[in-house]
């Protein structure tokens, strides 16, 4: 994603730092099947119909795809290298789990996945804990830099981008923002006051034609009403490495776990 760094906000809303996150695979390159994130996107002319729940009881294959190695990812780079593994992302009790593995020659294993489908106007919820060392819900484990928690939209280069993005360095941090392609954004930060790695949260954004609301546990945190995207877009969970102390932090070798407890959609107009 495109991303308003930490200490160089000015500069990412002057739009003068670079593209962060896209998730496209290489077509001459990967196999995996997923939808095209950088095909025209439909505008949001109609409501759409179907409110769904996923309790994360199983991995339904027919809603979610899941990110392979089978292109260059955004984050290799300031460092880093290696792939989205699907054998990151899976559910266990009741949790989608994620990992990002990262070795001390800095060579990651990431993981993402997203929605087959794309979905409009609505709201967007989800119950997660932000990367940490536990992979067990009951147990807390131990922030660390090196990577970024994602819970988004996204479409086409940004033409529609949503977010609930929390840095490994800073989670007392929820950063919150709006993309109508990677020029034209409005991103602000909000937060609980406590570490976002230690406890589950609900996060949630009401996507109308005139604002998107953010909220952490039902608070309203920031209303975006100068950059709200049109088109509609995949919804989308990942957990990838940074090596930077702009964004996300400097990497830390080990394994981190996002844990999401729930998602849902619901459609409005």
Avoid at 238 to 262: A, F
Wanted: hydrophobic share 35%.
């Amino acid at each position: 994603m495109r991303t308003p760094f930490k200490n160089l906000a000015v500069a990412a809303f002057l739009g003068l730092l670079p593209a962060s996150c896209s998730s496209t695979p290489d077509p001459t390159t990967s196999t995996v099947l997923a939808p095209n994130l950088n095909a025209a996107a439909k505008p949001l002319s109609r409501t759409v119909s179907g409110s769904w729940r996923d309790d994360f009881t199983t991995l339904n294959t027919t809603r979610w795809w899941v990110s392979n190695g089978g292109w260059t990812p955004f984050w290799a780079k300031d460092g880093l290298s290696g792939s989205w593994n699907p054998g990151n992302v899976t559910v266990v009790g009741g949790y989608l789990i994620m990992k990002l593995k990262v070795d001390a020659g800095r060579r990651a294993s990431a993981a993402e996945l997203g929605t087959v489908a794309r979905y409009g106007y609505g709201i967007y919820e989800a119950r997660l804990r932000a990367a940490s060392s536990s992979a067990r819900p009951t147990v807390r484990g131990t922030g660390a830099s090196g990577n970024i928690t994602g819970f988004f939209s996204f479409v086409n280069d940004s033409q529609t981008e949503i977010d609930h993005e929390i840095e490994g360095h800073n989670r007392t941090t929820d950063w919150m923002g709006t993309w109508q392609t990677t020029g034209r954004h409005d991103y602000g930060a909000g937060g609980t006051g406590t570490d976002l790695s230690q406890d589950f949260h609900i996060y949630r954004w009401n996507w109308t034609p005139t604002k998107v609301d953010f909220y952490i546990d039902g608070v309203l945190k920031r209303r975006i009403t100068s950059v709200v995207p049109t088109r509609e877009a995949h919804l989308m969970f990942n957990l990838w490495p940074t090596n930077t102390t702009l964004w996300g932090g400097k990497s830390t070798p080990g394994t981190q776990y996002m844990l999401v407890d729930y998602v849902s959609f619901t459609p409005g107009h």
